[in-house]
Structures are given as C-alpha cells and as structure tokens.
C-alpha cells in the first residue's frame, strides 16, 4: 500500500499574513481556509503543482507555549528543505516587484 504525507502542522501567530506570506510571496496555492469556530481556522497551502504532495497546515498558536515556538518548531535544526525551483520562483517573484510587509531578516511566521 502507498503511503503519503498529506499535512504537516505549521504553528503560526496569524494566519492570513501566513496565508499572504506562502500564496504572495512563495506563489504557494491556497487549497482550504475553513472557519471551524470563532478561535480556529483550518488553512491548508501547498506549492503550486504539487500533485499529491504534501501540504503545510497553517495552524494559529492558541495558547502562549505554542506562540513560544513559533519559527523555532524544528528546534536548532532546519525543518525544510528548499528545492532550486522554490528558490527561483521567490527570487521572480521579488524581481516582478512584490515586497512583503514583513521587515528584513525576521521570522515572516512570527508575527
């Protein structure tokens, strides 16, 4: 039988500058964005093209231990790995003139 990932969980403080971040500047692809309750949302992106890949669950931190680790989830370590083709797509997308909210050189996640 095969087996796939089909989301991994990204806590972030604010979903649709996450949501702005990964569509508007990654050209990630909004695949769901449901309102569950008044406090939760169920935000799924993927790269554009990904098939059957895996998706990132965009999940808003609910209490202050899940905000403490906001943008530090992997620990020390790197938790992805980005492909050439990623890496092109956001430097085309900064040449076209996009120009993110977020200041230089901090975590687009962390609010």
Same mark, same amino acid.
Request: glycine share 10%; charged share 20%.
């Given at each position: @039988?095969?087996?796939?990932?089909?989301?991994?969980?990204?806590?972030?403080? =604010?979903? =649709?500058?996450?949501?702005?971040?990964?569509?508007?500047?990654?050209?990630?692809?909004?695949?769901?964005?449901?309102?569950?309750?008044?406090?939760?949302?169920?935000?799924?992106?993927?790269?554009?093209?990904?098939?059957?890949?895996?998706?990132?669950?965009?999940?808003?931190?609910?209490?202050?231990?899940?905000?403490?680790?906001?943008?530090?989830?992997?620990?020390?370590?790197?938790?992805?790995?980005?492909?050439?083709?990623?890496?092109?797509? @956001?430097?085309?997308?900064?040449?076209?003139?996009?120009?993110?909210?977020?200041?230089?050189?901090?975590?687009?996640?962390?609010?």
């Amino acid at each position: @039988m095969r087996q796939i990932l089909a989301n991994i969980s990204l806590v972030v403080t =604010d979903c =649709d500058e996450a949501i702005r971040y990964y569509t508007g500047f990654l050209g990630f692809e909004l695949l769901e964005d449901t309102i569950l309750t008044a406090e939760k949302r169920w935000v799924r992106v993927w790269p554009r093209g990904a098939g059957d890949g895996c998706a990132l669950l965009l999940a808003r931190a609910a209490t202050p231990e899940q905000a403490a680790v906001v943008g530090r989830q992997s620990g020390r370590s790197s938790c992805s790995y980005t492909p050439t083709t990623l890496i092109e797509t @956001m430097r085309a997308t900064v040449q076209r003139g996009w120009h993110s909210s977020i200041p230089r050189g901090t975590n687009p996640l962390a609010g």
